[in-house]
């Protein structure tokens, strides 16, 4: 198999998990109750100063997890692109994927040590396929 095709699907595995990530944002439950109520409610009612600003704490949640999911499709189309240079040129591609290589352990890392078995499993799965990718590049472009 070549190479590009696994940068291509290392585009759709990192597409998916940006994907699942920003339905994750948008599907909660209408009414929390409980724990949950009362900690949301306290991370938007909480605002504070910041740089000229007033933020709350949900403000920066919600904020940083659009740009997760931003960053996420953005590695995704680098992926796709990084898979078109790879078919020409592979050499060419190799740092590129390496650098996807290198950010996938990070996701795979960050998923463990902080969240839960979706992120975990999405960060193994591109972490593996890149895997891959990166060595049959090694390999062609050693041709």
């Known amino acids: 198999m070549k190479g ?3 940068l291509r699907a290392e585009a759709v595995v990192i597409g998916l998990f940006a994907l699942g990530h920003t339905l994750g944002m948008i ?3 209408a009414h929390p109750t409980g724990n949950l109520a009362t900690v949301l409610g306290d991370m938007q009612r909480y605002r ?3 740089m000229g600003m007033q933020r709350s704490y949900w403000q920066f949640y919600h904020g ?3 740009i ?3 960053l996420l499709g953005i590695c995704a189309v680098i ?3 990084a898979g078109d240079i790879a078919r020409r040129e592979p050499r060419r591609a190799l740092p590129m994927a390496l650098t996807l290589e290198a950010g996938a352990l990070g996701l795979l890392l960050l998923s463990l040590r902080y969240f839960f078995i979706a992120p975990i ?3 193994a799965l591109a972490l593996a396929v890149q895997t891959v ?3 049959l590049l090694r390999r062609a472009a050693a041709r």
């Open 4 to 6: 590009w095709l696994w």
């Open 133 to 135: 990718a990166v060595a």
């Open 27 to 29: 599907v909660r439950p």
């Open 121 to 123: 499993v999405f960060s």
């Open 79 to 81: 992926a796709w692109q």
């Open 48 to 50: 504070f100063p910041i």
């Open 64 to 66: 940083f997890a659009l």
């Open 68 to 70: 997760v999911s931003l």
